[in-house]
């Protein structure tokens, strides 16, 4: 049976199923609760200088019937006070000693920050971790985001935490920059012992159409949020391979964060490069209990697959992740479509024809079961994209596997086109309609 | 005029008794599974008797870990998919589906659950092993739900099982009483193999334990005895007319039709005593095998019907015709078959029963069903000393563990309930393996 512990670090916990730091994180309470529910570590809710939060706090995006696909928030890091946090982490600690319990901070001048950081030491705190992440509120004061965003800034307080911290420590970066490696450069060369991303991305995830402010409103404004959830998790998927991938980071261990939820979004983190994973979201939707989906699931797929440990398959993805230009030219794919599964709604065609590359056929006989023209079809897979039946529309290889060749091996043999006359440029020989055939009144 | 054709080969057969909740498809699966909530301590749960984890099921199919879904269900409940399709989910899980109070349709939770479980069944997939045998015996009388399900939890625990079973398959009324169109003979048998490739316990076939002489020598080889005997033929009405031709049983006409199926002799005419669901069902096959008139009698007010309302509707709808208010005082004939059933008309007040006078009439029939309650285990049941019973002639169990007053004896199922559900017969029989392990190893 795979055991699922985890030492990152230098920080051990049972699995590698933590909270991040949010409201889940708010109190001892909270923590216990999630512990006992199965969660293998908790990032205790930022602490740091007194703050206060407003009221109408969180907004949503609901896609569909699915509530919460992308969720916001303009709320600070703890507004209760560090005494209560720091006797609290200690009574956490006393009754899960097995458990990673870490301290998220946020703080001002090199003073505040060795001072937090003794204090939570003597609380019990297996690690600490640095949020430079925040996009709403303690990014105007200076803090947050703000430092996450300028790598300068970011590296001296690594190096100030580094110089007095005696656990380990988590670098949590902001999403909110171009070049996530910069953050992350910055974070290795201040000294950091492991890094932690994404935080929330600056977000407007809609505006009152009464009030033309955005949610969440307050008393008829609203400020940019900070966005995660479901429709996060692509972003950050990437941005952790970005780290993985980077020679000069990748020997730090990383924490994926943004939008995990299910077994599978772990295991994705973890093929990517995570040795733990943290969650805010799923456990604010579905409560702590959702931890146990993705504990079975976790077992199952490494069990299934003799595994041990998640090191045993951390980063396996990441070979696989590659530049364009090394993709095989030669790979060949089109659709295929299951008639005994079709239903019928036609949204394959319309699809193809309006949104791809009209690639689709509708039949004569009225029976709506379309078929694919096999010339035109450029493996986009944009059909078996929208169709709603299981494993009805499937992408079949067509090629035979034996020819391999790629843009950089065709630049390197300076056998690119250069022109669109080129007969080797793409496109050329894709049917395309007479523009007139779209016209209503011929 | 009968709604049904009378089935004269397997296939009509089938026709006529089509499953009433037939399995899912992948693209079914996908939609329902993806519209459960996640309930906190959700009330499906609370209504399942075995309290199988329904969210967490219902998410893992969500999330394409549709064995570990499995293991859900079966970790709670050893017949997991015999009760997909045969629990009343009306009344149990769907019924208290959060979705009802907003008349949306509640989740489909025992077809998803039979999803699960026939993906494994079909496999053969290994979810568990016995433990480590740990030395001691037990056995089982009976092959229900309630002994299968206390088997494999025995099993499960490291105890060597042997089942003594009067007939000649397992199963006990999922085979042999409930409705065809509920389930067939294949799938229940199906899954009992399921379980014994898993947890190899051993059934006796044909081996009735029917006097003292084989309990104590099932006693001095065993450490401890489980009693899933169920409860026996239809009980006698004692009214004149009962030994003519043609007064059958329910119980008895429902096992022969579920092992002749379209080679069962089909009368013209029927009557159908009774206004519990055995009444129902019976009624209901009588109509789907074609009967030209099936009547069924209750001598109290339809809404005085033990029977939950679905089933009496289901039966209304295959072309059954309910008669209230009617009591019969005797069953007339022409000396050796029955023609007819001499009843009397009541009414009920204040919960008296009283008949009417002057009312009496002959309905012509060729064939009177009893389903007016089965008899009890009385004569076994008296065989074992210091084995206490209540008026109803159920035996007495400590709830905790289904342990009799008899200590070396346990019991779960219709013989300790006088008639339930498959559920709550499975429930028991692992309540009595945790019991029975607790007992001995104390
Ligand atoms: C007509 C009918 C329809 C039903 N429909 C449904 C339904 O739709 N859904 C539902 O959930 N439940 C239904 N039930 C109820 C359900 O079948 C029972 O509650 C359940 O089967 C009880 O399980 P059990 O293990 O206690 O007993 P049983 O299923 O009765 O099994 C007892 C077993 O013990 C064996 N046995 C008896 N005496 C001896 C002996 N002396 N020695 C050895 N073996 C012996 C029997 O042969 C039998 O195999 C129905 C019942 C009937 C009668
Ligand atoms: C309401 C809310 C408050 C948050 N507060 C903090 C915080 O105090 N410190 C921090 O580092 N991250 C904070 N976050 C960010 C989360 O820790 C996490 O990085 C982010 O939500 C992405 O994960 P998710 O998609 O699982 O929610 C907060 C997020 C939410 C939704
Ligand atoms: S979840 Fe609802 S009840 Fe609870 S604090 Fe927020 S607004 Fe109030
Ligand atoms: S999208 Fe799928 S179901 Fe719809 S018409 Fe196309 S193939 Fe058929
Ligand atoms: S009550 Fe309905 S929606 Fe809620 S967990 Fe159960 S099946 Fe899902």
Redesign the interface.
Known sequence: MADLSVNFAGIKAPNPFWLASAPPTNSGYQIIKAFEAGWGGAVWKTLGVPTINVSSRYGAVNYGNTRMAGFNNIELISDRPLVDNLREMEEVKKHFPDHAVIASLMVDTREQWIQIIKDVENAGADGIELNFGCPHGMCERGMGSAVGQDPVVLKTIVEWVMDAAKIPVITKLSPNISHITDPGLAAAQGGTDAISLVNTFKSIVGIDLDSFAPYPVVDGKGSNGGYCGPAVKPIALNMVKELAQHKDINHLPISGIGGIETWRDAVEFILLGATSLQVCTAAMHYGFGIVREMEAGLTKFMDERGYNTIYDFAGKALPNVTEWKNLNLKYNVKAEINEDKCVGCDLCYIACDDGAHQAIALPLDGSRIPSIIEENCVGCNLCSLVCPVEDCITMVRTDDGKEKVTWQELTDKDEIPNTFNDARAGGNGHYVPEPSKALKIK | MAEYKRPTTQEEFDKNFKLKKPLM???EA?YES??CL?C?DAPCVQACPTSI?I??FI??IS???V??AA??IYDSNWLGNACGTVCPTDVLCVGSCVYNHQDVQPLQIGRLQNYATKNVINSDKQLYKPRKDNGKKVAIIGSGPAGIACASELRLLGFEVTIYEAKEKPSGLTVYGIAPYKITNEEVLDEVQYLQNQLGFTIKYSSPISNKAQLELLERTHDAIFLGLGIGATASLKMEGENLENVIGAVEFVEELRMKQHLIEVPNKVIVLGGGNTAMDAASEMARLGAEKVYLAYRRAKEDMGAYSFEYDLAVSAGVEGLFNCSPIEIVGDGTKVTGVKFIKTSTKHGILRPLEDTEFILDCDMVIKATGQAKQKIFTDLIDDLELDRKSRIIVDEKNNQTTNPKYFAGGDIINGGAEVVNAVYDGKLAAKGIHQWLTK
């Open positions: 498809n992948d693209t996908f993806s519209r996640f906190y984890d969210p967490l998410k893992q999330t394409k870990n064995e570990g293991k859900t």
